[in-house]
């Protein structure tokens, strides 16, 4: 049984991390990025146990977890090649003009690292949103170092992971500091670590309420501090005419898939599903009804998200006007997940705030519309969302720009023609979206890009070569793209 960390303790932990970020931040972007490749191959020598210990915490699979673990280790060398490549330091140059009139001086612009970061650990990923995840890669890269508050859920998995980074520092000859790893089950931790004077960002993976929580400790700081919490989502799912005509079937497998993937336990599930009134409808939610029933419950990562999921759902379905179309016929025992689809007219769902709401687990709805003017009207009246997804002909979407320019305005990811579950890890991608999703949609917490949301901008004017940091100097040492007067080069400056 693990011990909250007191708050002497978080004070020592932030004033390390504090005095550790001034020599880690001077670091090059290859010593960081030596020290993140050292992460993932400490991560990887963990070997098996790692995974044993995961799956008794969590009740995930030993292979979920192995290729959670995978992508982790994939996620760190992505950033770290990302870190050396530098193209996320937005260097900016505009040379001297002293014979224009009036004279332009030298200005130069890069990126610098935050400060310490604060990361809690996500309770549906043990490996990829916690200790090693993203959020700690991304603060490692921008020159950031990172306090992680284990999630209570797989604390034991977290001091693993802790373990295997304190060790790659120590490989690496990193400053005592750059890493910390506490633990707390109630909210005073969490707290002393958001409004502590020496943490200067915060990333959350998590429940509305949490991140909220987080968000307004940030903001109510003397020195307000950006948190960047990732929410939820319901991640409609609309279904267009000629499409639907043409796919119920396939339609209907691929979303049950998608629903009760993971028990559901995946902050893309589509939790939502929009379409018109018809005998095509009717065929797909045939199907899907079919398809769930063959669906066996799961047991849940742990009591707490089980106990939640009941919960919320029996909330839903007991809401005026939602129908029960199918529940998985299987029995369920304790903490497990039993697979529901429901379903409500457009307008219940217009008039409910509660079918708005997440229900974290293998549940969706099913919003029945007269018509694509309802449909429109369940778009412009749907909260933001990490995706939403179109499954659609071409035909479909140039005859529905109106709903196409709707879903745009409250998504980060607009998919057509697949499920929103699995987000790729790459330079395009983008996993965020309006509030309250995230408390910031113009950053991402997936893909090299997330590197930006610990660093800010520092335009340094007049500066002579010699004292300019080497991402501006003349010569470029680093070899990293720049734009140098209006052109994006990696030539150096004669």
């Known amino acids: 049984m693990v011990q909250d960390s007191t708050i002497e303790e978080i004070n020592v932990v932030m ?41 008794a915490e969590t009740n995930l699979p030993e292979a979920r977890l192995r290729n959670e673990r995978n992508r982790t280790i994939f996620q760190l060398s992505s950033y770290a090649d990302a870190c050396e490549q530098g193209s996320w330091l937005e260097a ?46 991304s603060a490692f890269a921008a020159g950031c170092t990172v306090v992680v508050k284990a999630h209570p859920a797989h604390a034991q998995t977290s001091d693993l992971v802790a373990g295997a980074i304190f060790k790659a520092a120590d490989i690496c000859k990193m400053p005592k500091g750059i890493f910390a790893h ?48 990732e929410m939820g989502s319901v991640n409609p799912v609309f279904l267009l005419p000629e499409k639907l005509q043409q796919s119920a079937e396939d339609l209907a497998r691929m979303v049950v898939g998608s629903v009760t993937l993971g028990v559901g336990q995946f902050c893309t599930n589509p939790g939502l599903i929009i379409a018109m009134e018809g005998e095509p409808l009717q065929r797909f939610l045939q199907i899907l009804a079919l398809e769930v029933k063959n669906v066996n419950p799961g047991t849940m990562l742990h009591p707490g998200i089980a106990k939640g999921y009941t919960e919320k759902r029996a909330s839903a379905l007991s809401q005026r006007d939602v129908d029960t179309i ?36 293998p549940y969706s709805i099913v919003i029945r519309c007269k018509d694509i003017k309802e449909m429109i009207e369940v778009a412009r009246h749907t909260e ?37 579950t699995g987000v790729e890890v790459c330079l395009s991608m983008h996993h965020g979206g309006p509030y309250p999703a995230t408390t910031d949609s113009r950053f991402t917490s997936v893909g090299a890009d997330a590197i930006k949301r610990f660093a800010r901008p520092i335009c340094l004017q007049n500066w002579s070569d010699i004292l300019l940091p080497d991402e501006l100097k003349n010569e470029n040492p680093f070899g990293i793209w720049r734009t140098v007067n209006n052109e994006l080069t990696k030539d150096a400056i004669k």
């Open 15 to 55: 004033q390390e991390a504090w005095q550790a970020f001034h020599q880690y931040r001077q670091q090059s972007l290859s010593q960081r990025s030596i020290f993140i490749r050292t992460i993932a191959l400490e991560l990887e020598a963990l070997g098996d146990e790692l995974l044993r210990v995961a799956s």
């Open 92 to 137: 900016r140059i505009d040379t001297a003009i002293p014979d224009r009139n009036p004279p332009r001086v030298d200005i130069r612009k890069m990126m610098i690292p935050l400060g310490p970061v604060v990361v809690f650990g996500a309770s549906n990923f043990p490996f990829a949103y916690s200790t090693a995840g993203g959020d700690t890669a």
């Open 182 to 229: 506490v633990h707390g089950t109630g909210h005073e931790v969490g707290r002393a670590l958001v409004t502590h004077p020496y943490t200067k960002a915060v990333g959350f993976t998590g429940s509305y309420t949490g991140g909220k929580a987080l968000f307004e400790w940030g903001n109510q700081r003397k020195e307000p501090i950006p948190v960047f919490a």
């Open 326 to 361: 199918a529940v998985s016929s299987a029995g369920a025992s304790p903490n497990q997940g039993v697979p529901t689809i429901a379903s409500a007219s457009a307008q219940a769902f217009l008039n409910n705030p509660v079918l708005h709401e997440e229900v974290f687990g």
């Open 384 to 420: 933001g969302q990490l995706t939403c997804s179109v499954m659609a002909t071409d035909n479909d979407l140039l005859a529905n720009a109106d709903l196409v320019e709707a879903l745009k305005n409250i998504c980060g990811r607009f998919i057509v023609n697949n499920v929103p």
